[in-house]
């Protein structure tokens, strides 16, 4: 079993930075690959990232490449998302996931879910 914790939002004026923190617990945590999704009021959740459980390999959403970046340290049992030149569209509540799938961009494959953390980008 796996418990996330996401930190880190709040309100941000377009082309700012944000740093989002995923606090996972349980002994599990280090083998699993993670997800940071995104969801607008009124739409779907959205892939935004992935990394895997090693840390050497990343992912992203063609709308956030170049601008995001995810890491994670194991031996915190944390995984982070920097986003900078931030854009009123980011604006969303933002979930870390955690699970074996290497569909990263399908929120099928992760099992574990933290509550959000709201990100609101001002114009």
């Known amino acids: 079993q796996v418990q996330l914790v996401e930190s880190g939002g709040g309100l941000v004026q377009a082309g700012g930075s944000l740093r989002l923190s995923c606090a996972a617990s349980?002994?599990?945590?280090?083998?699993?690959?993670v997800g940071w999704f995104r969801q607008a009021p009124g739409k779907e959740r959205e892939f935004v990232a992935a990394i895997r459980w090693s840390g050497r390999s990343t992912y992203y959403a063609d709308s956030v490449k170049g601008r995001f970046t995810i890491s994670r340290d194991n031996a915190k049992s944390g995984v982070y998302l920097q986003m900078g030149s931030l854009k009123p569209g980011d604006t969303a509540v933002y979930y870390c996931a955690a699970g074996p799938t290497t569909s990263w961009g399908s929120a099928i494959g992760y099992d574990y879910w933290g509550q959000g953390t709201q990100v609101t980008v001002s114009s």
């Open positions: 349980g002994r599990t945590f280090s083998v699993y690959h």
